[in-house]
């Protein structure tokens, strides 16, 4: 048993002569102090030790947001079990705050939850895990305000808490084979990420540097809810999808106390604005068929200049799917217009209509700004310019040309680069949601990534909610059965 060990071992140390103290190891969880807390989840009271503010790297360069909070059930600690778990088989949740790319502290439980703070609305998971016997173990982690959370700090940062965990595996209660990301928005897309890049040597300079634990970075699951990823192909899907659409609601991103704040501003697309979505749409469906995706029967999916093709139909058949089982669950679908029904059936859907419905959120390019202005074109600045392009698209049609990020760092942070690739340790267990009322980027962006996933044989659990605005986590019991169906198989 793993704890006994770890008992007997201290028993013969405390037989031993006194020593020389040894150098302080940061990255040594027993010498981390811990606090008993009770919680309580539903009705349901348990206790933990809890690990906060964990440093999980030998040289931090921001040690407000690189650090990680760690609980554990008590009863791993006294021989007991909580399920099916003990403190040997127990998986570890592993949900990170990430949110706009921002910098981000790591999630904290409280013995009175405070549901009106910044991290109310995302406690419940965790909660939620450590009563049903998981180790809870949130990141923190660098974002784009600063000079050094930059691309790739945000996924480099990740990689280094896992490797802190793995790193103390025989010292603490939990599996670290087991590892389970979560992630909602630019959460979501780093939780994929974490799960595509497994021990990929691209990040090991950065690793390094850092004093990351010497360690595997691979993780067992990846969740991840409306990822905002590949973001140098995301303009092109986002108009491909919304090119017919000219007014909007456009979104208007602040943060305030680490809470990422929203204001709805509504608008008309100019005729220049127009143009340009009509050149990014244009694009796409170049871009898609190079991807060489296909169905499970082998048919490869594809585009015509039009956008028009079976991939399009693909997107419409998960968003069929979604209005199907809404309609199970009890929703009356005859208010949607776009549905064309056969008695109670729901036959099709108008796909332009849907999009239609849905409204444009963003005005083109919606990530890669022409003027520099997008949290992505922040992301990718460096030292000496705070903000770049990313894209092959707009610095062509911008005043800012020369300002554009090193190809190689715009690679590090999409998933796709990575899945398939030989000597990389990708995730095997998948779950990815996207709503189908999420108009944050488009439907597209999710139905890639899960398919290029399908493509190479891993276990890819992907749906399109009925409804659902930009938003994670809303279907907290269905997550939890996931989980435990992949860490049973």
Not at 167 to 181: H, K, L, T, V, W
Not at 183 to 202: F, I, Q
């Amino acid at each position: 048993m793993k704890l006994l060990g770890i008992l007997g071992l201290a028993a013969l140390a405390a037989c031993r002569p006194p020593a020389s103290p040894p150098t302080p190891n940061i990255l040594n969880f027993e010498t981390h102090p811990y606090e008993v807390r009770t919680l309580s989840y539903e009705g349901q009271i348990f206790r933990v030790r809890a690990y906060e503010d964990i440093i999980y790297v030998s040289n931090p360069i921001d040690t407000v947001h690189q650090r990680m909070n760690i609980y554990i059930p008590i009863a791993y600690f006294e021989g007991g079990s909580i399920d099916r778990f003990t403190a040997e088989s127990a998986p570890i949740f592993f949900p990170n705050q990430v949110g706009g790319y921002m910098p981000a502290l790591p999630g904290r439980l409280q013995e009175k939850a405070d549901k009106a703070s910044p991290m109310g609305a995302r406690t419940d998971a965790m909660l939620m895990a450590l009563s049903k016997g998981y180790v809870v173990a949130s990141p923190g982690a660098r974002g784009r305000t600063s000079v050094q959370g930059k691309a790739p700090a945000v996924i480099v940062d990740l990689k280094a808490a896992v490797r802190y965990l793995r790193y103390n595996d025989a010292s603490m209660p939990g599996n670290a084979e087991r590892i389970i990301s979560n992630g909602t928005s630019a959460g979501g897309a780093v939780s994929a990420l974490l799960g595509a890049t497994g021990d990929s040597p691209d990040y090991a300079p950065y690793l390094r540097a850092l004093g990351a634990a010497e360690a595997s970075d691979a993780i067992f699951a990846a969740s991840a809810y409306c990822p905002i990823t590949n973001l140098e192909n995301a303009d092109m899907a986002y108009e491909w999808q919304f090119r017919n659409v000219a007014d909007y609601k456009k979104i208007d991103i602040s943060m305030l106390d680490y809470k990422v704040e929203r204001k709805e501003v509504a608008g008309r697309l100019s005729e220049e604005q127009q143009r340009v979505s009509a050149d990014l749409a244009a694009l796409f469906p170049d871009y898609l068929n190079g991807l060489d995706l296909s169905l499970p029967n082998g048919e490869k999916l594809s585009l015509s200049q039009e956008g028009e093709g079976n991939f399009k139909d693909l997107v419409k058949q998960y968003v069929l799917a979604s209005a199907r089982r809404a309609q199970s669950e009890g929703m009356d679908m005859g208010r949607y217009m776009f549905l064309r029904m056969e008695g109670q059936d729901i036959a099709d859907l108008d796909f332009e209509a849907y999009v239609a419905y849905m409204g444009r959120q963003k005005t083109p390019p919606a990530f890669d700004a022409l003027d520099l202005s997008s949290g992505e074109n922040q992301l990718f600045g460096d030292s000496l310019s705070d903000a770049k392009h990313f894209t092959t698209y707009s610095p062509r049609h911008s005043a800012s040309q020369d300002q554009q990020a090193d190809p190689a760092i715009v690679q590090l942070m999409n998933p796709l680069h990575f899945i398939g690739r030989q000597g990389v340790n990708t995730a095997r267990h998948w779950r990815i949601r996207h709503g189908s009322k999420d108009k944050d980027t488009g439907l597209a962006i999710s139905v890639i990534l899960a398919t290029a996933l399908n493509n190479c044989g891993y276990k890819v659990d992907f749906a399109l909610p009925w409804d659902k605005p930009h938003s994670g986590d809303y279907d907290l019991n269905e997550l939890f059965e996931w989980m435990q169906q992949a860490v049973e198989q």
